[in-house]
């Protein structure tokens, strides 16, 4: 099994850029999960789906980011315009319903000059 | 609320010591707790967890986990420390019911030769 797959694993841009993080999950897992972490706020839930559903997207820090999953096995999260403030690691992770463990993909570290 | 606290940021401990990871939880009903172990540059990883049963988990790597009702704790330990073991640790719990995680900010372990 590859696990949870994320792209780019690194970006680097400047402020007021648009950027687009994705995730593709464990084939056949039907929670996805977007999480931040910084030094500051340690690791933080951003959004979650369920079966392509946003569940629960409270922890989006702004309209800037919006994230969805157009289908089961990919899911973007898209910060337009990135500020300096944005810069973190993002991770995704997936999970089965009724299979508590959540799977980590190896993150993307953002940095918005 | 549900919340998870570790209440030490960092842990330095010599290599074949034991060490302990503390966490305490506040959550209610019977809740899920798990540990999660990152390494730098890497996603976090699962290491063990408690669902119900016996009140000591064993996890991957020879770490075990304990579970204590009635001091609301879930404090990982290893009978002998090893330097690669040196890592961010971080505890969480699911309240019952198909909710996400609630993560602890995490504690660094630093295993000294």
């Known amino acids: 099994d590859a696990g949870v797959i994320q792209s780019p694993r690194h970006e680097v841009t400047e402020m007021g850029q648009e950027v687009t993080l994705r995730c593709k999950p464990i084939s056949g897992h039907d929670y996805l999960f977007w999480y931040r972490q910084t030094m500051m706020r340690g690791l933080e839930l951003l959004i979650y789906f369920n079966n392509n559903v946003p569940i629960d997207d409270s922890g989006m820090p702004e309209d800037r980011f919006s994230a969805k999953m157009p289908n089961a096995s990919f899911s973007t999260l898209k910060i337009q315009p990135s500020e300096p403030r944005d810069s973190a690691v993002y991770f995704c992770?997936?999970?089965?319903?009724?299979?508590?463990?959540?799977?980590f993909g190896p993150g993307t570290r953002l940095l918005v000059l | 609320a549900q919340s998870v606290a570790q209440p030490e940021d960092q842990v330095n401990v010599a290599e074949g010591n034991p060490l302990t990871v503390k966490c305490t939880y506040s959550?209610?009903?019977?809740?899920?707790l798990f540990w999660y172990v990152q390494y730098p540059n890497r996603g976090l990883q699962f290491l063990l967890k408690y669902i119900t049963g016996d009140n000591l988990v064993k996890g991957s790597y020879g770490f075990e986990a304990e579970f204590n009702k009635s001091q609301t704790s879930f404090h990982l330990k290893k009978p002998s420390a090893l330097v690669s073991d040196s890592a961010l640790y971080f505890c969480?719990?699911?309240?019952?019911?198909?909710?996400?995680?609630?993560f602890g900010k995490g504690t660094r372990l630093s295993v000294i030769a």
């Open positions: 992770a997936s999970s089965l319903l009724g299979q508590e463990t959540q799977y």
């Open positions: 969480a719990v699911r309240p019952t019911g198909n909710t996400p995680l609630v």
């Open positions: 959550v209610s009903g019977n809740p899920y």
